[in-house]
């Protein structure tokens, strides 16, 4: 199985702030990534496939980057809204796997 | 605009077999290049991939369920289902159920049903 990791776990930021999230896969899966969001109580959704191209619907202040095993999702200008835990998932090969999340405080 | 909707008992009993079933609407299940996919999130945990369907006829299953898991699916109901054997409480979990399409050769879970959460106990 391929192992995604995320960091941080955890982070702590304001509205306004520019947030940084990564994923690292045990190997190379090209640009076999997709992110996506999950607030409490409610089903995850799908925020960037194909590493960094941007669901019809996703405001623009979310991008994501990379390419082989090194991946990122940044958030520019924080909202109140993208409180919420960000899952990090490669479609290479099967089993699907996912991050273990990142989950996206208020300071 | 396609809807997933999870269906099933909540409470399972160990050593017991749990089913659930996914309803699509605003789409045919059985048209178009989707896989139908199970995934799972035990409370307070990460998304776990359970397998899926392809509507071409193919299943696929996470090896470390996949001598207890089935998945199925119904064409004349517009439903795909999951099957899971011999529970125990490790397979406490909430179950989504998702559609996955092709971006290219790459694939992303697009929608989601809103998940149904099923305990295992006595």
């Known amino acids: 199985d391929i192992q995604m990791t995320q960091s941080p776990p955890s982070l702590s930021a304001s509205v306004g702030d520019r947030v940084t999230i990564t994923c690292r896969a045990s190997q190379s899966i090209n640009s076999y990534l997709n992110w996506y969001q999950q607030k409490p109580g409610k089903a995850p959704k799908l925020l960037i496939y194909t590493a960094s191209t941007l669901q019809s619907g996703v405001p623009s202040r979310f991008s994501g980057s990379g390419s082989g095993t090194d991946f990122t999702l940044t958030i520019s200008g924080l909202q109140l809204e993208d409180f919420a835990t960000y899952y990090c998932?490669?479609?290479?090969?099967?089993?699907?796997?996912f991050g273990q999340g990142a989950k996206v405080e208020i300071k | 605009q396609v809807q997933l909707q999870e269906s099933g008992p909540g409470l399972v009993k160990p050593s017991q077999t749990l089913s659930l079933t996914c309803t699509v609407s605003?789409?045919?299940?059985?048209?178009?290049?989707?896989?139908w996919t199970w995934i799972r999130q035990p409370a307070g945990k990460g998304l776990e991939w359970i397998g899926r369907?392809?509507?071409?006829?193919?299943?696929n299953y996470n090896p470390s369920l996949k001598s207890r898991v089935t998945i199925s699916v119904d064409t004349s109901k517009n439903q795909f289902s999951l099957i899971l054997s011999s529970v125990t409480a490790a397979d406490t979990a909430m179950y989504y159920c998702?559609?996955?399409?092709?971006?290219?050769?790459?694939?992303?879970?697009?929608?989601w049903g809103q998940g149904t959460l099923v305990t295992v106990s006595s």
């Open positions: 369907f392809y509507t071409g006829g193919s299943t």
């Open positions: 605003g789409g045919s299940i059985s048209s178009g290049s989707y896989y």
């Open positions: 998702a559609r996955a399409s092709n971006y290219g050769s790459k694939k992303a879970l697009d929608y």
């Open positions: 998932q490669q479609s290479y090969s099967t089993p699907w796997t």
